[in-house]
């Protein structure tokens, strides 16, 4: 069967598809795994798997969504399929080193340095009580409030009811606040302990 001149290849089309998606398919891969080498082996292995499924990519309308669910299976398989004991991160903020390296690329808007040892102060707390969730929690709070992350696309993602994603970013939210509070107010009552 000869192909027509005016059909691209079966690799052009799929690259059509799947280029613009890729960063975005990297940083989700970053944040469920925490490292690089282990995010770029995610994407490889889901682009390799759905290369074979090229039609069916053609006919799906939110491709983004789809593939970020591709993805989180990918990853959910790759994790049972490791031997029992070894840990998995599931976001950037793996240790307070690489957390700590990460806040500090974010642009600062603070002109003074009294506000940027307060805003490393704040960064470093933050810092602490993001380590201090559970990994889901750290990858939840993650993506919604910082890779804004809509609700609807994180539960057609995690394949839950969006009301689930509601219920979880409060009490996320709420866990993340306690341990905020625990971290900048560590004295009650105003006294502090003498060293």
Same mark, same amino acid.
């Given at each position: 069967?000869?192909?027509?001149?005016?059909?691209?290849?079966k #690799?052009k089309r799929?690259?059509?598809?799947?280029?613009?998606?890729?960063?975005?398919?990297?940083?989700f891969?970053?944040?469920?795994?925490?490292?690089?080498?282990?995010?770029?082996?995610?994407?490889?292995?889901?682009?390799?798997?759905?290369?074979?499924?090229?039609?069916?990519?053609?006919?799906?309308?939110?491709?983004?969504?789809?593939?970020?669910?591709?993805?989180?299976?990918?990853?959910?398989?790759?994790?049972?399929?490791?031997?029992?004991?070894?840990?998995?991160?599931?976001s950037?903020?793996?240790?307070?080193?690489?957390?700590t390296?990460?806040?500090?690329?974010?642009? #600062?808007? #603070?002109a003074?340095?009294?506000s940027g040892?307060?805003?490393?102060?704040?960064?470093?707390?933050?810092?602490?009580?993001?380590?201090?969730?559970?990994?889901?929690?750290?990858?939840?709070?993650?993506?919604?409030?910082?890779?804004?992350?809509?609700?609807?696309d994180?539960?057609?993602?995690?394949?839950?009811?969006?009301?689930?994603?509601?219920?979880?970013?409060?009490?996320t939210?709420?866990?993340?606040?306690?341990?905020?509070?625990?971290?900048?107010?560590?004295?009650?009552?105003?006294q502090?302990?003498?060293q």
């Amino acid at each position: 069967m000869a192909l027509l001149p005016f059909r691209q290849s079966k #690799s052009k089309r799929f690259e059509r598809l799947v280029q613009p998606h890729l960063k975005a398919m990297y940083a989700f891969a970053y944040r469920l795994t925490g490292r690089q080498h282990d995010a770029e082996d995610l994407v490889q292995d889901v682009v390799v798997k759905l290369y074979s499924k090229l039609d069916e990519l053609e006919t799906i309308d939110q491709l983004r969504p789809w593939l970020n669910r591709v993805l989180y299976r990918q990853f959910v398989d790759s994790i049972r399929k490791r031997p029992a004991g070894r840990e998995v991160n599931a976001s950037v903020m793996d240790d307070t080193e690489s957390a700590t390296s990460y806040l500090d690329t974010l642009p #600062s808007d #603070s002109a003074d340095p009294i506000s940027g040892l307060t805003e490393a102060s704040n960064n470093v707390a933050l810092t602490k009580a993001l380590n201090q969730l559970t990994p889901d929690q750290r990858t939840l709070i993650l993506l919604h409030d910082v890779d804004d992350w809509r609700q609807d696309d994180i539960a057609e993602v995690l394949e839950v009811a969006v009301g689930t994603i509601k219920s979880r970013l409060h009490r996320t939210r709420a866990a993340l606040r306690k341990f905020l509070q625990a971290e900048l107010e560590p004295f009650e009552g105003g006294q502090r302990e003498l060293q």
